[in-house]
Structures are given as C-alpha cells and as structure tokens.
T-cell receptor
Framework: AQSVTQLDSHVSVSEGTPVLLRCNYSSSYSPSLFWYVQHPNKGLQLLLKYTSAATLVKGINGFEAEFKKSETSFHLTKPSAHMSDAAEYFCVVTATSGTYKYIFGTGTRLKVLA | GAGVSQTPSNKVTEKGKYVELRCDPISGHTALYWYRQSLGQGPEFLIYFQGTGAADDSGLPNDRFFAVRPEGSVSTLKIQRTERGDSAVYLC????????????FGPGTRLTVT
C-alpha cells in the first residue's frame, strides 16, 4: 500500500528566504509522486511531478523537488519565498499500476512573513 | 481550454435529504475521480471511472454514496440520507492516461449538512 507523510503541518518563512516542505513516502511499487498547491477557495494546482525520469524535478513558480529513493523522500524546495506562495501544499503518491488513484498527505500550510 | 467544472459550488442541505453533485471533466479525458476533503485534511479517494464504468469504488464510505457516469463524460455523485458527517468539499478530477498524465482538479463542491 502507498502512503505519504508530510512532516510539518505548518511552516513559516520570511519573504525572500528559502522554502523547504518535507514529504516521505511509502510504496510497494515504483511510485509516481506529485506536489499540488491549494490556495484559499481555489482548486488544486499541480506544481511538479516525478514519474521515474530525472530525480531532480523542476516545477512552476520556481519550485523543485528531489526524489531520493534511499531516504524515501520527495521534499519540495524554493530558493526564495514570495508572498504569493502562501497556501496549502499537498504531497501525493500514486502507484504505477491499477487505478492510479491519488493518496494525499495531510498537507503543509505555508505562511510567508513580510 | 476549459478545465474541470463542478456544480454547485456550494450546497447546504438538511440532515436526511438527498443531494447530487455534478462534475464535468475536461473534454476527451476518459478517467474521472471523486475525492472528499474534510476540514484540515488532505483529499481522500472515493471512486474512479474509466469511461462509463466504475473501475474502483473502494473509497465510498457506505451504501448511501453512489456515483454514475452514463455517457463517459459528466459524472454525478449522489448521497442519500445525508448526515452531518458528510459535510466536506467534494473534488472531482480527470485525466487522459492514468499513470502517465496527472489529474486535473475542479474547484470542488462545498457540502454542508445542517
């Protein structure tokens, strides 16, 4: 069975400083991994995805994530936070067979301080 | 192009009533998913359609929940005898090729059972 654990429910950073949102996964199969962002009263938007190609994945808005099989991690980073990055972030795992349903983490709320 | 749309955006109903939530996926997307997001949680899988058939309904919490997709496009999630615990945001997502391409999410329907 697949699962993800987001290690921090809340993260606060100052504008212009780096962002790190942590995610560990568990999967019996070679996983596909995603990060989605959810702004208040908005739908889920894909930031980036890993599907067994390059381990360093670049996404939209300057975000990137590195797949580390030995650590079963897929942490999301951004070099410099912007006020508009304040939102809820979800790490997602899906198997590479079957229904490909998403298994979501519990989310990390990112707060960006001026 | 048009994204996934869901109607209504908000639904308030009394305990014991019947409700229908509609999802209109991206044109040409054969895969359709329903998820439920309770307050402060990540979305949880309910049901998956490939074409007209429900390929996986293992996430439906009980037999009060049912979903259809009669023509392989629009889907309706139906909840009978609603309970206060059904209050949540119901999300719909669609995809072209599950396992290859990501899911695109609608804005959700916020259901409140009073």
């Amino acid at each position: 069975a697949q699962s993800v654990t987001q290690l921090d429910s809340h993260v606060s950073v100052s504008e212009g400083t780096p962002v790190l949102l942590r995610c560990n996964y568990s999967s019996s199969y070679s996983p596909s991994l995603f990060w989605y962002v959810q702004h208040p009263n908005k739908g889920l938007q894909l930031l980036l995805k890993y599907t067994s190609a390059a381990t360093l994945v670049k996404g939209i808005n300057g975000f990137e994530a590195e797949f580390k099989k030995s650590e079963t991690s897929f942490h999301l980073t951004k070099p410099s936070a912007h006020m508009s990055d304040a939102a809820e972030y979800f790490c997602v795992v899906t198997a590479t067979s079957g229904t490909y349903k998403y298994i979501f983490g519990t989310g990390t709320r990112l707060k960006v301080l001026a | 192009g048009a994204g996934v749309s869901q109607t209504p955006s908000n639904k308030v109903t009394e305990k014991g009533k019947y409700v229908e939530l509609r999802c209109d996926p991206i044109s040409g997307h054969t895969a359709l998913y329903w998820y439920r997001q309770s307050l402060g949680q990540g979305p949880e899988f309910l049901i998956y359609f490939q074409g007209t058939g429900a390929a996986d309904d293992s996430g439906l919490p009980n037999d009060r929940f049912f979903a259809v997709r009669p023509e392989g496009s629009v889907s309706t999630l139906k909840i009978q005898r609603t309970e206060r615990g059904d209050s949540a945001v119901y999300l719909c997502a669609s995809s072209t090729t599950p396992g290859v391409n990501e899911q695109y999410f609608g804005p959700g329907t916020r259901l409140t059972v009073t």
